[in-house]
């Protein structure tokens, strides 16, 4: 890993760090298969292709009882640590509730919104053998919050479902969980199958199969967002500790070769420390292999700016998923920066605390997806009716407008229904 300058990167060096993606393209006509042999074949299909990808022969699909007893069997301290998390979890979400409201505009015209959750929500939680208890509560909480009724839970089999995360669903309150992974996970979710009830919306991270499988399906079912690999920025200055910039670069690498790790900073000095810190850190790391792949790619490295505001403006372009600030003036910074799946300012507050426990959701937009929507929310779960009521008088004081605006569009039809209203 070295020390590039923004101002000298070429085409395939800005196509190699902005043109982010997926990754999905190469599975998408075996996704395409598995998709529509779960959609023709249900529960029969779904059990081949757990023998086929998870070498797992599955009977009963449901796993909803095992879920409840993982968190029975859970030590105390494992208990406690899902419990505090879930709760900071559930604490932010419930501060996004919207409220209903309605009032009077004019004499007449009375306008408002009403929200209501969607019924039925499908959550995919990475799995089978590894542990990931801390999406099990990003997907599932948000969608209890909203009000949502049915919650289903997909995870991959394996010859023991990892009990943190069984235990870990049943805390966040899934209603249902379901011993299934992939692409037919997705499948199963959208169109149904014996055991596994249909659902309105899916939500959760995947590897390529599971977001081509949410590509494939979505329009029969609404899907939260294709996100990509990992990635994480860190705009740093002078005043930034080397150490912890190269910490948060390795906590966002290790998740997967892919993963896209990068840091910028205006001084050249700061910039050279980083790497070095990087080098040295990376040894000492469990999954050094995984991460080193992900400090070559092309889509990492350590960027020196000419100025704070070309380092601004970069951030600004890359809409990363974590955005960490770690400047004097990381309030200042932010402010300018409009595109970010999720912002961590300061030296004490890790990528890792919003993974896991700050209480923010790390469900987040990859590939530059930040630049037109957020992470998972409430707001994920629910759905918004606009509301109005019109008397005699606002109706009359509308008449004209309507008519003449109706009439231009060719629509008699819409100009008669108002003018009905007012023949004797």
Request: hydrophobic share 40%; aromatic share 6%.
């Amino acid at each position: 890993m070295n020390v590039r300058e923004l101002a000298d990167l070429g085409p395939d060096d800005r196509r190699a760090l902005f043109d982010r993606d997926a990754g999905i393209e190469g599975v998408r006509d075996d996704v395409r298969d598995i998709v529509s042999r779960v959609r023709e074949e249900g529960d029969v299909a779904v059990r081949e292709f757990c023998e086929e990808f998870d070498g797992v022969s599955v009977g009963n699909l449901e796993i909803t009882d095992a879920a409840e007893r993982a968190y029975d069997e859970l030590d105390d301290e494992m208990r406690e640590t899902i419990e505090t998390a879930a709760e900071n979890v559930r604490e932010f979400h419930e501060a996004q509730l919207p409220q209903d409201w309605r009032r009077e505009f004019s004499s007449g015209r009375e306008l408002g919104r009403r929200f209501r959750p969607l019924e039925r929500v499908g959550v995919y939680v990475p799995g089978g053998a590894a542990a990931y208890p801390s999406s099990a509560l990003m997907g599932v909480i948000p969608a209890k919050v909203a009000g949502v009724e049915q919650v289903a839970v997909a995870t991959p089999p394996a010859e023991e479902t990892n009990p943190v995360t069984l235990a870990a669903v049943h805390a966040a309150g899934a209603d249902a969980v379901f011993n299934v992974g992939g692409a037919q996970a997705v499948a199963a979710l959208a169109y149904g199958t014996e055991q596994i009830d249909r659902v309105q919306k899916i939500v959760g991270p995947g590897n390529k199969w599971v977001t081509a499988a949410k590509a494939e399906v979505q329009g029969d079912a609404a899907i939260d967002f294709l996100a990509g690999p990992s990635e994480v920025l860190v705009v740093a200055d002078d005043t930034a500790d080397p150490r912890l910039v190269a910490a948060d670069l390795l906590a966002q690498a290790e998740h997967d070769p892919e993963a896209s790790v990068v840091a910028v900073t205006d001084d050249e000095e700061t910039a050279e420390e980083i790497v070095a810190e990087v080098e040295t850190q990376l040894p000492e790391r469990e999954r050094s292999g995984v991460a080193g792949q992900a400090l070559d790619g092309d889509a990492s490295g350590v960027f020196l700016a000419r100025s704070p505001s070309e380092a601004i403006l970069f951030a600004e372009e890359y809409a990363a998923e974590h955005l960490s600030i770690q400047a004097e003036d990381d309030e200042e910074i932010l402010d300018r920066i409009d595109s970010a799946g999720s912002a961590f300012l300061g030296p004490f507050t890790p990528v890792a605390a919003g993974d896991y426990a700050s209480g923010t959701n790390h469900v987040l937009p990859t590939n530059g997806l930040a630049k037109i929507t957020g992470g998972l929310s409430v707001d994920t779960f629910l759905r918004e009716t606009t509301v109005q009521r019109l008397d005699e008088d606002g109706l009359s004081d509308l008449s004209e407008t309507i008519t003449t605006l109706a009439e231009a569009e060719g629509l008699e039809a819409h100009a008669e229904s108002v003018r009905k209203r007012f023949e004797d």
